[in-house]
């Protein structure tokens, strides 16, 4: 009876080491996820940022380019150069309009991963009949 307990004792300190060892490697594997996650989100924030000074600046830039149209051309008819600035920006706005909402509406969040995810559980449904 001494010697089954005593060829148990390695076992169970092998598969201690083993389980240790497990938890390091996932622990290890989260906290790089979380960095990564960290540094993903930093990168967003910059680039959410710089398009927004962008879209200002733009902004800025087009309202300038509609007054000088305007002055320039203010000789020839006001209420017609308005009117017809006022057609081509609601026009562009219409059109981004359009693909944006044609963008929603096809948008597929992790459409890979959940059929990879479809073929693993179908794989698995065959192993396991």
Same mark, same amino acid.
């Given at each position: 009876m001494e010697e089954s307990t !005593?060829?148990?004792?390695?076992? =169970? !300190?092998?598969?201690?080491?083993? =389980?240790?060892?497990?938890?390091?490697?996932?622990?290890?594997?989260l906290e790089l996820l979380v960095v990564e996650m960290q540094e993903a989100r930093e990168r967003l924030l910059h680039a959410f940022l710089l398009a927004l000074g962008v879209a200002a600046f733009g902004l800025l830039a087009g309202l300038a380019l509609t007054a000088a149209i305007v002055v320039w051309l203010w000789t020839w008819s006001p209420v017609a150069v308005l009117l017809i600035l006022t057609a081509l920006y609601a026009a562009a706005g219409i059109y981004l309009y359009r693909r944006l909402a044609g963008l929603l509406r096809d948008w597929q969040t992790l459409s890979a991963t959940l059929d990879q995810l479809r073929k693993d559980r179908e794989c698995l449904e065959k192993i396991l009949a």
């Amino acid at each position: 009876m001494e010697e089954s307990t !005593a060829g148990f004792s390695p076992l =169970a !300190a092998t598969s201690k080491q083993f =389980a240790r060892r497990l938890l390091t490697i996932g622990e290890n594997r989260l906290e790089l996820l979380v960095v990564e996650m960290q540094e993903a989100r930093e990168r967003l924030l910059h680039a959410f940022l710089l398009a927004l000074g962008v879209a200002a600046f733009g902004l800025l830039a087009g309202l300038a380019l509609t007054a000088a149209i305007v002055v320039w051309l203010w000789t020839w008819s006001p209420v017609a150069v308005l009117l017809i600035l006022t057609a081509l920006y609601a026009a562009a706005g219409i059109y981004l309009y359009r693909r944006l909402a044609g963008l929603l509406r096809d948008w597929q969040t992790l459409s890979a991963t959940l059929d990879q995810l479809r073929k693993d559980r179908e794989c698995l449904e065959k192993i396991l009949a």
